[in-house]
């Protein structure tokens, strides 16, 4: 089933505020707190988990575990026909958490998680400079992250009123 074909209800929205609230939240008692059986809960969130709507992943804290340079970087790639080889090298660098194609001055915009300032530098000048295809950089060091979240739903719910 795909996310296309996937039919949202209220009780499905209320299951993923519950589990953006506390992705570790039992599902007995996000069951219990909506007054819906147990298997009701589990299977809603199988068939979003299969429909690629809902996806689990563990995000750490990458200052408190030793990144301490964290970058948001924007690529310009010439001749663009090149885009989808240069974008393909450049996810596969362990320190790329986010990468996406983009409208604009620039056609690829990546975050990186590195160790220290050294350590970006290496990344750029001696990794990413040496790709084909790749025309220009420009590097924003992240001073400090004030917001990381989902979307709130409610957003698409009040939507499609």
């Not at 400079?129 to 992250?145: D, E, P, Y």
Request: hydrophobic share 40%; with cysteine; proline share 4%.
């Amino acid at each position: 089933m795909s996310s296309a074909t996937y039919s949202f209800d209220e009780l499905d929205f209320t299951i993923l505020q519950q589990l953006q609230q506390d992705a570790r939240k039992p599902y007995a008692q996000i069951a219990q707190e909506l007054g819906v059986p147990l298997g009701t809960v589990r299977n809603r969130v199988m068939k979003m988990v299969d429909s690629q709507i809902v996806r689990f992943w563990t995000r750490i804290s990458p200052h408190r575990v030793g990144f301490k340079t964290p970058a948001n970087i924007h690529i310009s790639v010439q001749p663009l026909e090149m885009l989808e080889e240069v974008s393909q090298q450049i996810i596969d660098f362990p320190e790329v958490s986010y990468a996406a194609l983009m409208t604009g001055d620039h056609d690829l915009e990546i975050d990186v998680w590195c160790r220290d300032l050294e350590h970006l530098t290496e990344l750029i000048t001696n990794r990413m400079q040496k790709i084909k295809g790749i025309a220009s950089i420009k590097t924003c060091m992240v001073l400090r992250v004030i917001k990381i979240a989902n979307p709130d739903l409610e957003l698409i719910k009040n939507g499609q009123e």
